[in-house]
């Protein structure tokens, strides 16, 4: 009855299923442009590219956006680090950094990995960062041990700033 009835008020007035048709028309373009963007940002930032990296090669590639951030940056050995992987140091400032190069969400295992480390690098900060996303948990966690959560979209940020400084450079020096 209800499709019936539609029909019938679309067949009767083709003003309104010209104006439903654009409508709708226009939705699907504003879909189509965000998502454009979307893969344009991605594209410009170079995630794509650290989604394909090892684990060392991830933090290997944060202390160098970092160094470029203006942090003093120090990469811990592979193994027996405590639980942080950088070390960074910025106006008095010691900064602990566990990276997490994951296809899944980071769970609270690096946030407690990270948290406890704080005590015995003796710094003043510790932060997670990942190609990802953190769960709920980590996020709850986090927050409670003052961990910084640096996530996919941030990164992302950091990597898009530091693309623009560098195409900049390259203007001013070529």
Known sequence: MGLDLLWSMLAVDPLLTFGIMVFFGGLLLV????????????????????????????EEYLLALLKAKGYYVQLTPASGDYGADLILSAKGKKIIVQAKRYKKNVGV??????????????????????????????????????????????????MVQENKVDRGFSRIMG
């Open 31 to 58: 879909a189509l442009i965000v998502n454009l963007l979307r893969e344009q940002k991605l594209g410009k930032s170079g995630i794509l590219e650290v989604d394909k990296m090892s684990g060392r090669k991830f």
């Open 109 to 158: 295992k690096a946030v407690q990995e990270i948290a406890s480390a704080k005590s015995h690098y003796k710094a003043d900060e510790c932060w997670v960062v990942t190609n990802s996303f953190f769960t709920e948990q980590a996020r709850k966690l986090a927050n409670s041990n003052q961990v910084r959560l640096i996530d996919r979209k941030q990164l992302m940020n950091w």
